[in-house]
């Protein structure tokens, strides 16, 4: 059975950072690009960051560049996103997406965690 299952999310004040996780289970994760995606109320969901396999290429959407940093462990099937320095416009659900190296492949979606950064 195939999970990702996201954590790490909360309330944080501007200027504060949070950890996100997702632990992978039922693939091949070392053979999957992992991406982190992020939904705002009434708006559409955007890449945020993803990262190759092997962990030596890495992107990033222009509004993170500089604040957030995504990094993969494939002994223990994860992928984090390290959020420093959060904004109000970062508040929004981020899901966690597993994209396969062979083209036609499943993709797989965690359920989400919830970032809320406010006052």
């Known amino acids: 059975q195939v999970q990702l299952v996201e954590s790490g999310g909360g309330l944080v004040q501007p200027g504060g950072s949070l950890r996100l996780s997702c632990a992978a289970s039922g693939f091949t994760f070392r053979s999957h690009v992992m991406s982190w995606y992020r939904q705002a109320p009434g708006k559409e969901r955007e890449l945020v960051a993803s990262i190759h396999t092997n962990g030596g290429s890495t992107y990033y959407e222009d509004s993170v560049k500089g604040r957030f940093t995504i990094s993969r462990d494939n002994a223990e099937n994860k992928v984090y996103l390290q959020m420093n320095s959060l904004k109000p416009e970062d508040t929004a659900v981020y899901y966690c997406?597993?994209?396969?190296?062979?083209?036609?492949?499943?993709?797989?979606w965690g359920q989400g965690t919830q970032v809320t950064v406010s006052t």
């Open positions: 997406k597993a994209t396969p190296l062979r083209l036609g492949g499943q993709v797989y």
